[in-house]
């Protein structure tokens, strides 16, 4: 204190005056809410891998069919339960075919599920819940009785009846999975919506006037997005856990055509002598599901708010 | 209070009676003939006797009604492939397994999921919260038929049976080996998913301020979390609880298919693929009856735990 | 060594978060003499909440983290060195603290009476029954109409202010030495709030409680507090007794307060006044002064070294450099005490 008592000049004890622009100067980057859960994310090295493994297995469920040397319903009776040789990665299963070959087709099958449902599942979901939420009073107390006597129907019913009644195969399992998957979503967005059109800034927006078209897709659409992204990356691993449970029990996809569930109940069956026929697809459907629960805890970490500091 | 679960039970009675009329006739209405759907080939005058004994020969709507009135007599029909067995034997038969086998996976997971969950809470960051969320997320990947294989390839064979399920006047250690294994192959998404939301749950809990209040009055770490974090942690947990009841019965299909349980749920599935319509109705209409009374007992276990619930139900009315 | 009830010395508490170390108390110094009413006013994030939570151990580590050289004293013992028990011990009996929203900080699955009950048995040795009767000469202590029958009742089926009464029933639960009230009427209307600071008086008087009152408001302590203590950006800037402080305040900060307070009885004198500007961020805290971006009259020095506290009087002090001698010698004392008075 004496040394800088001796060192300190009366120039220093001269007015400087409000230095506003520096006070107001925020030490950290502003940035939007956006940039900024896109930021985490990229940060998120576990859900960028998945993501990444993710775009792989799209991809080779696009290409490998063509490029790899073995259709999928190729027969070599000679060889059949083979396990993985050079000439054939993973082997062969129980009729000869090339497990490899019969991964990505498929795949086709079991991401197309996934994806399509979820997609289904996002727009009837949104629609319902944001159409109840919005309206309100009578229409909302209609479309919530509606719901809650969709919900009381098991998932399981409904694809038995609409197997029962349109056949089994691909189609009648996906429009029984539509059928039931949307309400979790049309529940989320509603309550979203109510809590937003009830906040002071949507309340400020319609004092100032603001039509409600540009209310939705100002306020309420951008601040429901993340919920409906978050719910839909976990809404594609529980479709292909479905196609892949039904599939298993003989319910979904009919041979010729095959999924992973299709494939993984075939492989059961042999799997006391010839465990790679199990292994291989209930691999492919393991870490492609927990790539999507890894890449959906990732976005939520990105987007909750909550957990920002 | 006595309204609203009258209330409640009243939506169960027309969402039963909805999805019985939708089933009913989407099944009946179908082209092709329930007497076509066996392997067998049957003679047309056969064919027709067959016709005229389960009314097919009446008109829908007739068939309908003749349905409502055997059931409101507790009636419900009599399978097509093993004349002579009414849906109701086969569900007395057939129940108690898919029962006992869903309960002790419930109570399992309950009880397994809500420890890891609570333990992983209160050790953030640590190993036990590591291996948590690590289960969860095993727990939510690997489907559960893929578990069931793999715990029959390698956990059985030894003490546990490979396949097989509880007979009568068998001994509690017997009771144990042969559902032991089942009860684990069910129970491990239910493990997941409680643990997981236990612990966020209970994250949740421990941010709010009453206990920061209760810290502050002195309450040690146990008292804390039995008296403040607990009840107050459980309450969103009942939520999820019923459709995972549900879904750990309409789970345990494949199960009971694996280990060869005599349940309902393998049973549901054959009639499904034998087209043996009377004891698909019967099925659906008891599975979608069990569903929905799991879901009113939630709704009637929240007004039971949380207060708020309990005033919001009695001043709706 | 120390006759105060509370004497804390030099606190430091830092949080770390993903952003980097927040210093959110900067070396904070503090006496509470037994039965006496202090107050420790400052806007948001000034670290007087974190102040208060440090004093029961409430702290959360990690994120939080207290630094080793800082001291809390109670009755002479430092009890950052306490053990899990003996803080039990202090917790509630000795020290009680009162939270700033009444709607969050009651159990909503307990009911009320025996959230009070609660306290009474931890650190007394007495049977269920009586624990409820006191708990029920708790509830008429705080004012609360037929205390038999809101014993049974939830939390939600109180108002706001009934609920703030409630918390502070359970306070009061073991006649603690030492009540800490975070911003007690905060949340609740203003009739509401009145009442609730005649309540916390009474009782201040009447069990000769000391207590710490922490609020943003200065109006709302000039009634109720011997002793004021004003906190910006983690730092004690002046303290005083409440005369000195609102009269003669001695930092440019203290007088700005005042001008923000809305007064009735000088309305025609002057305009409401507002501080231009936000406090520092903490997870760089300036060199100097914490207030200097803001002050009306900031020199060279105050955004090099931040400034040692000159003795006004006895019990009033102030961190400022305009109390330097250098200042005096450039400014005159005139200019000094308008910068001071802000006027």
């Known amino acids: 204190m004496t040394d800088l008592n001796n060192s300190m000049t009366e120039e220093m004890f001269q007015g400087l005056g409000v230095d506003e622009q520096s006070s107001e100067t925020l030490v950290r980057p502003s940035i939007s809410y956006w940039q900024d859960a896109v930021r985490r994310l990229k940060k998120n090295k576990i859900a960028m891998l998945s993501l990444f493994f993710l775009i792989f297995m799209i991809l080779m469920c696009i290409f490998a069919p063509y490029i790899y040397p073995h259709p999928y319903n190729e027969q070599n009776i000679a060889i059949t339960n083979q396990g993985p040789t050079a000439e054939h990665i993973f082997g062969l299963d129980d009729l000869g075919r090339d497990i490899f070959a019969r991964i990505w087709v498929g795949g086709r099958v079991s991401l197309t599920i996934g994806i399509v449902g979820a997609l289904v599942s996002l727009v009837a979901g949104t629609l319902y819940g944001g159409i109840s939420g919005f309206c309100g009073g009578i229409v909302d107390d209609v479309m919530m009785r509606i719901l809650e006597i969709i919900v009381g129907i098991p998932y399981m019913v409904v694809v038995i009846i609409v197997s029962v009644f349109l056949g089994k195969g691909m189609t009648s399992l996906m429009i029984a999975l539509c059928m039931t998957s949307w309400t979790g979503l049309a529940r989320l967005v509603r309550g979203e919506i109510i809590e937003l059109k009830e906040s002071e800034y949507v309340m400020a927006a319609r004092v100032l006037g603001t039509p409600s078209f540009r209310i939705i897709t100002k306020h309420l659409i951008p601040n429901t997005l993340s919920i409906i992204i978050i719910n839909t990356t976990f809404s594609i691993p529980s479709f292909i856990f479905s196609e892949a449970f039904l599939s298993f029990l003989g319910m979904g996809i009919q041979p010729p055509l095959t999924s992973w569930g299709a494939m993984a109940a075939l492989g059961q069956q042999q799997m006391t002598y010839y465990p790679h026929e199990l292994i291989f697809p209930a691999l492919a459907i393991s870490v492609t599901m927990l790539a999507f629960n890894l890449l959906g805890d990732g976005l939520r970490d990105a987007f909750d708010p909550k957990l920002r500091q | ?317 | ?343």
């Open chain 2, 1 to 317: 209070m006595v309204k609203y679960i009258l209330k409640k039970i009243i939506y169960m009675i027309v969402t039963l009676w909805i999805i019985l009329t939708v089933t009913f006739f989407l099944m009946y209405s179908m082209p092709g003939d329930p007497t076509q759907a066996s392997a067998k080939v049957l003679p047309e005058a056969v064919q027709k006797n067959l016709e005229a004994k389960w009314g097919l020969d009446k008109p829908l709507g007739e068939q309908y009604v003749i349905y409502l009135k055997n059931l409101i007599h507790g009636n419900m029909g009599e399978s097509y492939m093993t004349p002579g067995l009414t849906a109701n034997q086969a569900i007395e038969e057939r129940f108690p397994a898919s029962l006992q086998l869903g309960l002790q996976a419930v109570a399992v997971s309950l009880i397994l999921g809500l420890i890891l969950g609570i333990l992983a809470a209160f050790n953030r960051g640590k190993w036990i919260d590591f291996v948590t969320i690590f289960i969860a997320i095993l727990g939510v990947s690997i489907p559960s038929f893929v578990f069931a294989a793999l715990l029959q390839k390698y956990a059985a064979g030894g003490i546990f049976p490979i396949i097989g399920w509880v007979t009568e006047g068998m001994g509690l250690a017997d009771i144990f080996k042969y559902t032991a294994l089942p009860t684990m192959a069910a129970a491990i998404s239910g493990i997941a998913t409680y643990s997981r939301f236990m612990r966020s749950s209970v994250l949740d809990v421990l941010g709010a301020d009453y206990i920061l209040l209760a810290k502050s009055k002195g309450c040690s770490r146990f008292q804390i979390i039995w008296r403040h974090v607990m009840r107050n942690a459980i309450t969103p947990i009942i939520s999820i609880v019923a459709p995972q009841i549900a879904a750990i019965v309409t789970g345990s299909f494949v199960i009971e298919r694996i280990f060869s349980i005599p349940g309902l749920g393998r049973y549901y599935v054959d009639s499904v693929n034998g087209r043996d319509y009377p004891m698909i109705l019967a099925t659906t209409l008891f599975f979608s009856m069990i569903f929905i009374i799991c879901m009113v007992g939630m709704d009637i276990l929240y007004a039971v735990v949380d207060p708020r619930v309990r005033k919001s139900i009695i001043d709706g009315n």
């Open chain 3, 1 to 343: 060594m120390s006759e105060h009830l509370l004497d804390i010395e030099n606190l430091k508490v830092s949080f770390h978060t993903y952003a980097g170390e927040v210093q959110a108390v900067r070396g904070v110094s503090l006496k509470v003499n037994a039965g006496e009413c202090i107050a420790v006013v400052g806007e948001s994030g000034s670290g007087k909440t974190v102040t208060s939570k440090a004093v029961l151990g409430l702290i959360a580590e990690p994120p939080g983290e207290i630094k080793k050289d800082s001291r809390i004293l109670f009755e002479g013992k430092n009890i950052l060195d306490f053990t899990e028990k003996e803080w039990r011990n202090f917790r509630g009996k000795d020290a009680a603290m009162i939270f700033q929203d009444p709607m969050t900080s009651l159990n909503p699955t307990m009911k009320v009476g025996k959230q009070i009950m609660e306290s009474i048995l931890l650190h007394n040795k007495i049977s269920k029954q009586e624990a409820k009767e006191r708990a029920i000469e708790l509830l008429r202590q705080v004012n609360i109409p037929n205390p038999e029958d809101r014993l049974n009742q939830y939390p939600y089926e109180f108002s706001g202010g009934m609920r703030q009464r409630v918390v502070i029933a359970i306070a009061l639960a073991c006649n603690p030495k030492l009540m800490i009230a975070d911003e007690p009427t905060t949340a609740l209307d203003v009739t509401i709030q009145a009442q609730i600071m005649k309540l916390l008086k009474e009782i201040q008087k009447k069990n000769n409680t000391a207590v710490i009152m922490i609020t943003h408001d200065l109006g709302v302590v000039a009634g109720m507090a011997e002793y004021i203590t004003v906190m910006y950006a983690g730092c004690v800037v002046e303290s005083g007794k409440v005369e000195e402080i609102f009269h003669n305040p001695q930092h440019p900060y203290t007088s700005a307060l005042l001008k923000a307070v809305p007064n009735m009885e000088n309305e025609n004198k002057s305009e409401l006044q507002i501080i231009p500007g936000t406090p520092p961020d903490l997870i760089m805290p300036p060199k100097g002064c914490g207030f200097a971006s803001r002050c009306r009259y900031c020199m060279g020095i105050c955004k090099e070294q931040s400034p040692d506290f000159t003795h006004v009087s006895e019990s009033h002090k102030a961190a400022c450099w305009l109390h330097h001698p250098m200042a005096k010698k450039v400014l005159g004392t005139e200019d000094i005490r308008r910068v001071l008075e802000n006027e």
